[in-house]
């Protein structure tokens, strides 16, 4: 895969590029100009028709009157065109700063009851309407986080209790760590879903993170369980700096090597690794394990899918973790592509804009 541009494609100056108001001078001083000559030909035909004397002498300065005329109506229509379009380049810096995740920002457009003014305000209602749904998600997702994290945070702290009682009877004991991991299902379930929700927006609060140091960091985590399997970890992890959040960057890792490691064979080997390129730093994580068909790959990445598997009920997880690394990716506006390997395994790997 072709990793991203280092730089964007240099923009043409403003007077060069073929703007609206390029096009409007050009179309304006090329009237004037067309009258112009149509004018002075006329004018120059009907003296000559008249034999009036110095018609050469008239034509010359009636050629530089007009060179210069239609100079200053360039200019002016260039200035004109500014003018009249200027309610375009406001609406266009408030679109560019709301793309930025600034829901806040409105244009206000003042002036005559014209159709940019309507544009403006019709934009601006809409600009209401998503602040206002963005405010409710936001309120949604921190409500949810208290109401569902607290009633599950009691039930472990009562399991843990009654684990720890040494009169507690085998069966008792053994129903104990049934429920407490049910439980700890429940608390991966739930904080998958959560973060799923807030990955889904930009990332505003960028800093320069090492995306060797989160692959590192995601497989020190897995290596017990992975030792457990007798799956080797492997891969060369090269210092490469991404602009982004640390804990989210983090999360795309570990779900990736987790789920590597989980959905592999015995003896297997998971490889990560981590390398900058022009433009943008790729972490690549790849395993052995089941044949994955070309068709299947994409929905993996669905809430709740698994590889020819039931939606829930699977040991593996809870069926969220690449579901949260396509949206993490996308919030930080990187790439994310997957390929079967042969025989067995995938190969998936994540591109980032570099810091």
Known sequence: MRAPAADHPRRPAPWLRPTIRVRLTLLYGGMFLVAGVVIAALI????RVHGAPALGDFVNRSLLALLGLTVVAFA????????????????TRTAQRVAGSDLHRRIELGGPDDELKELADTFDEMLDRLDRAFESQRRFVANASH??????????TLLEVQL???????ELAQLGKTLLATNERSEQLVEGLLLLARSENKVVDKKPVDLSEVAAQAVDQI????QAKGIALRGVRQQAFVQGNGVLLERIALN???????HNMPDGWVEVSAEPQPGCAVLVVTNTGPVVPAYEVENLFEPFRRLRTERTGSDKG?????SIVRSVVRAHDGTLTTEPREGGGLTVRVELPAS
Do not use: H, K, W
């Open 44 to 47: 120059g035909d009907c003296l």
């Open 76 to 91: 002016f229509g260039y200035a004109m065109a500014g003018r009249v379009l200027s309610p375009l380049g406001r609406i």
């Open 164 to 170: 720890a009682d040494p009169d507690a009877s085998p």
């Open 223 to 226: 290596r017990e369980e992975a």
């Open 147 to 156: 109401e569902l994290r607290t009633p599950l945070a009691i039930n472990r």
């Open 318 to 322: 809870v069926g969220l973790g690449l």
């Open 256 to 262: 990736l090597v987790q789920n590597a490691v989980r």
